[in-house]
């Protein structure tokens, strides 16, 4: 039996009170909710899309109708005592000891307070598994809420931070990190108002869920925590992420293989990485995403501003993107399509590649520290499709940066439509 991590303490953060309210119903919706600290890491499944849909908010869970605090079951909220085991029941599952709230079908968690992370390593590590902090497991209604904060105290797990470039998460070992909050294999959910902040790894996970609502939560991390990206989505479709601010070490919005119909607007993004898909196909892997809109989003400061990576050797495609109302300031390249992606010190050229295709930037404005745009497609999948409209970008004036690069293109195949500045010349006209 695997032995199960001490992995939460409820605290109070100086004289904020904490409440940490489980909020459980029971439903006709087919389905348990496990919320659980156990980990199931698993590839997102792949190609499982249809034809492009227009990209529309999911509709809201129904209101839970039962509440238990868990100030009744023995949580003390110190500091210093493991809560854990007072706060939810035990059970048994596979063979694998968690700690869970089975609410039958549809519940949530009500957060008005400050729940804090065990920094003891030995009590997540477990070989090279990925351990997860707080998850939420095959629930169907799941609402998430409040004014409170969830501090995954990742300080004492960064080595030294990350460079300015993404980092091999294996060389560092963030693999071996605890994500702080991951919903999983879920439907209809909707996580509002809360406070992530500091996590060892990645702050708020998606994985194979539908119809996912985000709105007005804060993610805070500093630009330096390595591999802490915001909110990471994999095999999830119809999500939508507005009105939330994230400032991380990696991207702020992350979106994997197996996406679609996703909505990103009104985010503000920095420090960080900006607002990416992928990268995708890593090795040689088949991936998919599809209907993406990213809209009305500032990004200050970041290293990337818009971005679609993929390694070299992948196959499958990315597809439908818009990027609209993009407003961006000192950002070292603003709109960026790598296709030769690689986060080691060297990597293996390699034929195939995910083709990327029908991908629009609109209204893309601002200042940028190094390059406004780089296309670098691949030879054996050109980019087809690009549309560049309305985008006015200028370098940062005396800032100190270094040398600056007009814009660059590999195999980009697309068109302009005025203004466009600075002029992308590079872009080739028609179809690959």
């Known amino acids: 039996m695997m032995r199960r991590p001490r992995s939460l303490n409820a605290s109070t953060a100086g004289s904020f009170p904490f409440l940490l309210v489980l909020v459980v119903t029971s439903s006709f919706l087919s389905g348990r909710c496990l919320a659980t600290t156990d980990s199931h890491h698993r590839r997102p499944p792949a190609g499982r899309h249809g034809p492009p849909r227009p990209v529309s908010?999911?509709?809201?869970?129904?209101?839970?109708?039962?509440?238990?605090?868990?100030?009744?079951?023995?949580?003390?909220?110190?500091?210093?005592?493991?809560?854990?085991?007072?706060?939810?029941?035990?059970?048994?599952?596979?063979?694998?000891?968690?700690?869970?709230?089975?609410?039958?079908?549809?519940?949530?968690?009500?957060?008005?307070?400050?729940?804090?992370?065990?920094?003891?390593?030995?009590?997540?590590?477990?070989?090279?598994?990925?351990?997860?902090?707080?998850?939420?497991?095959?629930?169907?209604?799941?609402?998430?809420?409040?004014?409170?904060?969830?501090?995954?105290?990742?300080?004492?797990?960064?080595?030294?931070?990350?460079?300015?470039?993404?980092?091999?998460?294996?060389?560092?070992?963030?693999?071996?990190?605890?994500?702080?909050?991951?919903?999983?294999?879920?439907?209809?959910?909707?996580?509002?108002?809360?406070?992530?902040?500091?996590?060892?790894?990645?702050?708020?996970?998606?994985?194979?869920?539908?119809?996912?609502?985000?709105?007005?939560?804060?993610?805070?991390?500093?630009?330096?925590?390595?591999?802490?990206?915001?909110?990471?989505?994999?095999?999830?479709?119809?999500?939508?992420?507005?009105?939330?601010?994230?400032?991380?070490?990696?991207?702020?919005?992350?979106?994997?293989?197996?996406?679609?119909?996703?909505?990103?607007?009104?985010?503000?993004?920095?420090?960080?990485?900006?607002?990416s898909i992928g990268g995708l196909g890593k090795g040689g892997a088949m991936a998919f995403v599809s209907d993406v809109t990213v809209q009305d989003v500032f990004l200050v400061g970041t290293s990337a501003g818009v971005r679609i990576k993929t390694w070299q050797g992948g196959s499958g495609s990315v597809r439908g993107v818009l990027f609209s109302g993009v407003r961006v300031s000192a950002v070292k390249t603003p709109i960026v399509i790598d296709q030769y992606y690689c986060d080691h010190a060297t990597c293996a050229n390699q034929t195939a590649a995910v083709a990327v295709s029908g991908v629009a930037y609109s209204g893309i404005t601002g200042t940028y520290t190094q390059r406004p745009v780089y296309l670098a497609c691949s030879d054996a999948a050109p980019c087809a499709g690009l549309r560049l409209e309305d985008i006015k970008l200028a370098p940062v004036k005396d800032g100190g940066y270094g040398r600056l690069y007009g814009p660059f293109c590999w195999k980009a195949y697309g068109d302009e439509v005025r203004p466009v500045v600075p002029p992308v010349d590079c872009l080739m006209a028609g179809e690959p």
């Open 57 to 275: 908010p999911p509709s809201p869970p129904p209101p839970p109708a039962t509440t238990f605090s868990v100030l009744q079951y023995g949580a003390v909220g110190d500091g210093d005592k493991d809560d854990t085991k007072a706060s939810v029941r035990r059970r048994v599952v596979g063979g694998v000891r968690r700690e869970v709230v089975d609410g039958g079908g549809a519940g949530g968690l009500s957060l008005d307070g400050t729940i804090v992370a065990n920094t003891d390593s030995g009590a997540w590590c477990s070989g090279n598994a990925v351990q997860q902090w707080l998850e939420f497991r095959s629930c169907t209604g799941l609402t998430i809420q409040g004014s409170g904060t969830v501090d995954g105290q990742g300080s004492h797990w960064w080595s030294g931070g990350a460079p300015a470039t993404d980092i091999d998460a294996d060389r560092v070992g963030t693999n071996n990190r605890p994500t702080a909050l991951r919903v999983y294999e879920s439907t209809n959910v909707a996580v509002t108002g809360i406070t992530i902040q500091n996590s060892a790894r990645f702050h708020l996970t998606f994985d194979t869920c539908r119809a996912v609502e985000v709105r007005g939560v804060a993610i805070r991390s500093p630009g330096d925590s390595p591999n802490t990206d915001g909110i990471h989505l994999a095999g999830s479709v119809g999500v939508s992420i507005q009105n939330a601010t994230v400032a991380c070490g990696d991207d702020c919005v992350s979106i994997q293989d197996g996406c679609s119909r996703v909505l990103v607007r009104g985010v503000t993004c920095g420090p960080g990485h900006g607002i």
